[in-house]
């Protein structure tokens, strides 16, 4: 496979596009403001068409310059009406984007009808993006300013950290929490007005949500966000532009913006903890304990009723998958000895299901004594019951669940 | 100007946008109640796949096969952005941005894959062609109608009916999601009902009016609505209106500057909710800014007065400039200028109204020193700064009923 030097330019370009889209993405998503970059983005439109109409080329520099400071009114906007008003956030963030979207094509409209020359492929190109014809100077210029603003963004890491999570802590710390919150706007606005020419308006918000929204699901942390949804970005704009340099016929923006999809859905699937399969698992394989902490219970009721074993018959309410899976799981781990008939505990079943009855026994008193935490709350296990309380306090639960048995 | 209004082709295009904002702005109202104003916009990007699929499957340019599968799209969206919030712990907003965008961007690889050699505008759809609806006409009872009118209409007898007969349990889902499930209503049901009826009314309107109209309009209306108004009913009326009167304000836009409809009737709407913020009654940016100027000019006043009645009657002022609410030096001047041109004041002496205003305030200061002394005991080194801010708020009644309570003490 050969890499043209024009290509791997745009390569570069577009990947350092993907960190900084990544990393201005996060912000957002902690700001739970995700789909202001969708309203920045379209209402660039508006200030591309004046910046024409007024500077009347289609050198990049100007449209950049309308589209940045029509991007930095309407994010004002749409962060000064909820203060102001009582037009909450979302309505705020629709009404702008509405308004000046439609300003946009309004313009547009105006733009072809008075013949102002071959504007109408250019402007329009903005609404889809246009990664296949991008020069390479521009993609240079892209790349350059993604990384410098990926820099500020690292520098300024743990004021953005306070600004997202705590600002009340952050105006006690004497962090200007104003003048961070507009920097934040104004790195997302300086973003989308970079990608903006490589992907079009609506992939733009794409680019900034999908990675921050895919990296959410392997981490908690903030620094670790960070770099996952940077990463995510950059492997999105390198493969999603591999991709279409390969098939020549796939325009770039859509097929980087599916490249962040796919990795989303692998993260939504895949991820530890939070993804979809390992909180399946985690569900079932809880039930399965609890399914057995049943059935040693029942077992271990039986004998202490002077029983010798129970009979190797279904225990009532489960079906006879659940009942096989039990015994098999019980006498796999040796909790249980079968004979022709009967089942009996081993010593060590019989220690699990007299701690698991006692743990529940402790918890039940918890609840009713120290908390007045509704009854629902008792269906725990063993392993939690004892994590959750503190070891004395445990004991003294002990103590008086077995002075209540004596009394 | 009026002329372009008379022609019968701008009313029929001015009819059939109508419809289209009236119905847009019915869902709108339920939408920005529940803060997901963002739908409109997310259903107008997220339907592109669906009206392609459509396309490639029934392998015409016949609208309704394109429709089924835009509205399939739609539903697609609202659902699936649902799932990911609540199953997924998904953000809602990013989960409606990651789902619309990538469906967005599938749409266009379609496009690319599937329509390039056959005359297949996503654009055509996607931006609205409400220009064209007078050409193409049907027969309704004799009138010759825009063919686009059927299904805007359609969508908007359908909100209008869903809007009267599901009245209570939508206002109870709106402002009470928790009672209302609570109450053992179909909460899930009304709420997935509300986001089919979206999906419907945005399809319906793309063929007629385009999607830039359908994003603006399901979300400014609404707001007006939401800004002018204090119950539900009021904003129903009020953001169908405003969808009607952004519509006819667009179209002769419109037709004043050459240009395309639904951009000028977003703009137009855009207008109105300036309006709206800006005056509203009560709680508009201006009413506000005009009640706080009109208050501190009269405590500005009251002060000045007060303190040159003193002055005049060879007393010493009794309190220092810092007591009392901070004033600004600007208003202080104004208010003074302000005295002299009423003639309220002369030679630094209150006459007239000026005088009894100084007099008046006079009053209600003793009587709140009197009554902050006697009835809640406060030290009297402290009863001067309340005084100072109480005084101009006490009303004719309040200083009443202090002078008989002193005057019953005193029987």
């Given amino acids: ?19 900084c889209c990544g990393l201005v993405g996060a912000l957002m998503l902690l700001k739970r403001r995700a789909l ?32 940045l400071l029509s991007a930095l009114l309407s994010a004002t906007l749409v962060s000064w009406l909820p203060r102001v008003t009582r037009i909450r956030k979302d309505a705020a963030t629709a ?25 109408a492929a250019g402007l329009d190109g903005l609404l889809l993006g246009r990664t296949a014809g991008m020069l390479r100077s521009e993609a240079l210029l892209f ?49 989308i007005v970079i990608a903006l020419p490589a992907v079009g308006v609506v992939l733009t918000a794409a680019l900034v949500v999908i990675p921050a929204a895919a990296g959410r699901f392997w981490t908690d942390r903030f620094d670790m966000l960070l770099a996952i949804s940077a990463l995510i970005g950059a492997a999105s704009g390198l493969v999603g532009t591999l991709i279409s340099s390969l098939h020549a016929d796939l325009p770039a923006g859509p097929v980087i913006v599916l490249s962040a999809t796919t990795l989303f859905i692998i993260s939504l699937l895949l991820a530890p903890r939070r993804g979809w399969i390992s909180r399946h698992l985690q569900q079932r394989s ?43 799981v019980s006498s796999r781990n040796g909790w249980i000895k079968t004979d022709s008939q009967q089942i009996r505990l081993t010593q060590e079943g019989r220690k699990r299901a007299v701690r698991a009855r006692k743990a529940l026994q402790i918890w039940r008193e918890w609840l009713t004594s120290e908390a007045s935490i509704d009854r629902d709350l008792i269906d725990l296990d063993e392993q939690d019951i004892e994590k959750i309380l503190p070891p004395d306090l445990i004991d003294t639960l002990q103590r008086s669940i077995d002075h209540r048995g004596t009394s | 100007m009026i002329d372009p209004l008379l022609t019968p082709v701008a009313w029929q295009i001015m009819m059939v946008a109508a419809c289209a904002s009236a119905a847009c702005g019915l869902l709108g109202v339920q939408l920005v109640l529940r803060r997901r104003a963002m739908l409109g916009d997310a259903i107008a990007h997220g339907v592109l796949p669906g009206l392609v699929i459509g396309f490639v499957v029934s392998g015409s340019r016949d609208l309704f096969p394109m429709l089924v599968g835009a509205l399939i799209a739609a539903i697609f969206v609202s659902i699936l952005a649902e799932w990911l919030r609540e199953h997924a712990g998904v953000d809602g907003g990013a989960a409606l941005g990651v789902v619309f965008t990538s469906l967005f961007a599938l749409g266009i690889i379609l496009v690319e894959i599937f329509a390039r050699d056959v005359d297949l505008d996503p654009g055509c759809v996607l931006y609205g062609m409400v220009e064209y609806a007078p050409v193409q006409q049907v027969e309704w009872f004799g009138y010759s109608v825009p063919r686009s009118l059927t299904p805007v209409l359609g969508a908007l007898l359908l909100n209008l009916a869903a809007t009267v007969l599901f009245w209570k349990e939508w206002k109870l889902c709106a402002f009470d999601p928790q009672l209302a499930r609570a109450s053992r209503l179909p909460f899930r049901t009304l709420e997935q009902g509300l986001l089919i009826l979206v999906a419907i009314t945005s399809v319906a309107c793309f063929e007629a009016v385009g999607s830039v109209l359908v994003i603006a309009m399901i979300a400014v209306p609404a707001t007006i609505g939401h800004v002018l108004c204090d119950r539900m009913s009021s904003m129903v009326i009020v953001s169908t209106l405003a969808g009607v009167v952004s519509a006819v304000l667009g179209t002769v836009g419109a037709i004043q500057l050459e240009t395309g409809v639904p951009g000028m009737m977003a703009v137009s709407a855009g207008g109105l909710l300036v309006g709206a913020v800006l005056l509203a009654p009560g709680r508009g940016l201006i009413p506000a800014a005009t009640r706080n100027f009109s208050w501190t000019m009269r405590v ?11 002055q005049s009657m060879d007393s010493p002022p009794d309190h220092n400039d810092s007591a009392g609410a901070p004033s600004s030096r600007f208003f202080r001047i104004l208010a003074t200028w302000l005295l002299w041109t009423l003639g309220y004041i002369r030679n630094g002496i209150p006459v007239g109204r000026g005088e009894r205003m100084a007099r008046t305030l006079l009053k209600k200061r003793s009587l709140w020193k009197r009554f902050a002394a006697e009835r809640m ?14 005084e101009h708020h006490l009303d004719e009644d309040l200083t009443r009923r202090l002078e008989s309570g002193f005057d019953s003490e005193e029987d």
């Avoid at chain 1, 219970?297 to 202490?304: H, Q, T």
Wanted: glycine fraction near 10%; include cysteine.
């Fill in chain 1, 95 to 119: 009404c702008v984007l509405g308004i000046m979207f439609g300003a946009g094509i309004a313009l547009i409209g105006i733009i072809q009808r008075s013949g102002l020359g071959g504007s």
């Fill in chain 1, 143 to 191: 790349g350059i300013s993604a990384m410098m603003m990926s820099l500020i963004i690292l520098a300024l890491r743990k004021e953005l950290l306070v600004s997202c999570f705590d600002p009340r802590f952050g105006l006690s710390a004497k962090i200007p929490a104003r003048s961070i919150d507009f920097l934040q706007t104004s790195l997302l606005a300086a973003t």
């Fill in chain 1, 36 to 67: 202001l970059a969708d309203a920045i983005a379209h209402s660039t439109l508006p200030g591309i068409c004046i910046a024409f109409l007024l500077g009347g080329s289609r050198s990049l520099a100007v449209l950049g310059v309308g589209a």
């Fill in chain 1, 286 to 328: 809880r039930l399965q304990d609890r399914q057995i902490r049943q059935f040693l219970d029942g077992i271990l009721n039986s004998e202490l009723e002077g029983s010798s074993g129970v009979a190797r018959k279904r225990q009532p309410g489960i079906t006879a998958a659940i009942d096989r899976r039990n015994r098999l």
């Fill in chain 2, 377 to 390: 005991g406060l030290a009297s080194d402290h009863l001067d700064e309340p005084a100072h801010r109480i």
């Fill in chain 2, 300 to 310: 500005e006043m009251e002060d000045i007065l007060a303190e040159a009645h003193l």
């Fill in chain 1, 1 to 19: 496979m050969m890499i043209s030097p024009n290509t791997l330019v745009i390569l570069l370009g577009t990947t350092a596009l993907g960190t």
